[in-house]
């Protein structure tokens, strides 16, 4: 069966990170999503080849010059079809292409307009440049990672861009295009970063508030200062990461470590904590990484071994629930979530900018005459199909 989006059309608009990853969740979800390159190649960085392109996987690509009028004309025509539009340029560039939501949703009065931004829409950082670390510094949350006396540490890019930015986005047009199924009109969504992450945030700023949470990096219950919730390194220089706060994985914990729960201090008597981590930190010192994993094993201790890249997908669990899936020659995680009636799947392996130039303007209704101006013009690409 088709995805759970099949028949949705979702224009993206040429962009690095959040965006295209939201565009890529929905086209694992089916929808049909068509993303504008850039008919002249930018300077990005080390290029990616398509195939390890995985924010690109499942979409197919027309490349135009939206400096050209021809070219702006002609995404319009892709506007006027679409479903769902995103964008992740700094706040004005899309109006100033002739493609912000005024000139989109005049023309197509059902589309919900996404928007992908660091800082938002507006306000006093609205034109600033920015990047994950620089969201979770102003929102409070990179404060509060890391360990104790030591520097905040960044959470790689996953907790702005992705967890507070795509995540957000993707949610957020889903819900527009549900309420436009209902009302006809389409609507803008504006998903910023720095509000995405202070809103993961909402529980520790609610401890906070409470006195439950201390200003200090590592002396709280999930951020490493607990010493039943967090890493420890093994006897072979590997890593095992434990989560026991209920009282009876605790119980479980110890006794896979061979302590007496009843010689030990509360487990929650945080003026202990230190000298505790640092006892457990012996114990797990005895043993290798997988000995302690045949240790636990069978026991509620909220235990697991620290895997590297190359060790999860060959991983027991993870081969069993197919997380990863070979596609296109290499290995992919595969589309989350899973659907029972209408899966999500990998049906198309990330396109050349241009790749479908021609294809897709025919068939979201653009006129032959039209395709062959913007060839004569030079504003728009068609790439051959990459060899994989």
Same mark, same amino acid.
């Given at each position: 069966?088709?995805?759970?989006?099949?028949?949705?059309?979702?224009?993206?608009?040429?962009?690095?990170?959040?965006?295209?990853?939201?565009?890529?969740?929905?086209?694992?979800?089916?929808?049909?999503?068509?993303?504008?390159?850039?008919?002249?190649?930018?300077?990005?960085?080390?290029?990616?080849?398509?195939?390890?392109?995985?924010?690109?996987?499942?979409?197919?690509?027309?490349?135009?010059?939206?400096?050209?009028?021809?070219?702006?004309?002609?995404?319009?025509?892709?506007?006027?079809?679409?479903?769902?539009?995103?964008?992740?340029?700094?706040?004005?560039?899309?109006?100033?292409?002739?493609?912000?939501?005024?000139?989109?949703?005049?023309?197509?009065?059902? *589309?919900?307009?996404? +928007?992908?931004? =660091?800082? #938002? /829409?507006?306000?006093?950082? %609205?034109?600033?440049? !920015?990047?994950?670390?620089?969201?979770?510094?102003?929102?409070?949350?990179?404060?509060?990672?890391?360990?104790?006396?030591?520097?905040?540490?960044?959470?790689?890019?996953?907790?702005?861009?992705?967890?507070?930015?795509?995540?957000?986005?993707?949610?957020?047009?889903?819900?527009? *295009?549900?309420?436009? +199924?209902?009302? =006809?009109? #389409? /609507?803008?969504?504006?998903? %910023?970063?720095?509000? !995405?992450?202070?809103?993961?945030?909402?529980?520790?700023?609610?401890?906070?508030?409470?006195?439950?949470?201390?200003?200090?990096?590592?002396?709280?219950?999930?951020?490493?200062?607990?010493?039943?919730?967090?890493?420890?390194?093994?006897?072979?220089?590997?890593?095992?990461?434990?989560?026991?706060?209920?009282?009876?994985?605790?119980?479980?914990?110890?006794?896979?470590?061979?302590?007496?729960? !009843?010689?030990?201090?509360?487990?929650?008597?945080?003026?202990?904590?230190?000298?505790?981590?640092?006892?457990?930190?012996?114990?797990?010192?005895?043993?290798?990484?997988?000995?302690?994993?045949?240790?636990?094993?069978?026991?509620?201790?909220?235990?697991?071994?620290?895997?590297?890249?190359?060790?999860?997908?060959?991983?027991?669990?993870?081969?069993?629930?197919?997380?990863?899936?070979?596609?296109?020659?290499?290995?992919?995680?595969?589309?989350?979530?899973?659907?029972?009636?209408?899966?999500?799947?990998?049906?198309?392996?990330?396109?050349?900018?241009?790749?479908?130039?021609?294809?897709?303007?025919?068939?979201?209704?653009?006129?032959?005459?039209?395709?062959?101006?913007?060839?004569?013009?030079?504003?728009?690409?068609?790439?051959?199909?990459?060899?994989?």
């Amino acid at each position: 069966m088709p995805g759970p989006l099949s028949g949705v059309h979702v224009l993206e608009l040429p962009a690095i990170g959040p965006a295209p990853f939201c565009g890529a969740l929905l086209a694992d979800m089916g929808a049909d999503v068509v993303r504008i390159d850039r008919a002249a190649p930018v300077d990005l960085g080390t290029p990616v080849p398509p195939r390890f392109d995985f924010y690109n996987r499942n979409k197919r690509s027309v490349a135009l010059d939206l400096k050209s009028r021809l070219a702006v004309e002609a995404a319009l025509q892709l506007v006027r079809h679409a479903d769902i539009l995103i964008e992740g340029f700094r706040p004005g560039v899309a109006e100033r292409l002739g493609l912000g939501p005024d000139e989109c949703l005049a023309i197509n009065p059902r *589309l919900v307009y996404g +928007r992908m931004t =660091g800082w #938002g /829409q507006d306000g006093p950082l %609205a034109q600033a440049v !920015g990047h994950d670390i620089n969201y979770l510094a102003l929102s409070g949350a990179l404060h509060c990672i890391g360990e104790n006396r030591r520097p905040p540490v960044p959470p790689l890019n996953l907790a702005a861009d992705l967890g507070g930015g795509a995540m957000y986005l993707a949610v957020g047009v889903l819900a527009a *295009l549900t309420e436009a +199924r209902v009302s =006809g009109r #389409g /609507q803008v969504v504006d998903a %910023a970063m720095i509000d !995405g992450v202070a809103n993961l945030m909402s529980a520790f700023s609610a401890f906070r508030q409470m006195g439950e949470w201390t200003d200090e990096r590592g002396e709280n219950i999930v951020d490493g200062g607990a010493p039943f919730y967090g890493t420890y390194e093994t006897r072979d220089g590997n890593y095992v990461a434990v989560g026991a706060i209920e009282g009876r994985f605790y119980q479980a914990l110890t006794a896979g470590m061979g302590l007496d729960p !009843g010689q030990l201090p509360p487990q929650n008597d945080r003026t202990t904590w230190p000298q505790l981590r640092e006892r457990f930190a012996e114990i797990f010192k005895t043993r290798t990484r997988d000995e302690w994993v045949a240790a636990m094993a069978g026991r509620d201790a909220c235990f697991s071994p620290v895997l590297n890249l190359d060790e999860a997908p060959v991983h027991e669990h993870m081969r069993a629930r197919k997380v990863f899936s070979a596609f296109d020659g290499v290995q992919h995680p595969s589309p989350a979530p899973r659907f029972g009636r209408t899966p999500a799947a990998l049906r198309r392996p990330a396109p050349a900018p241009g790749q479908h130039s021609a294809e897709v303007l025919a068939e979201w209704g653009v006129d032959a005459a039209d395709i062959a101006a913007l060839k004569r013009a030079g504003a728009m690409l068609q790439a051959e199909t990459p060899e994989r």
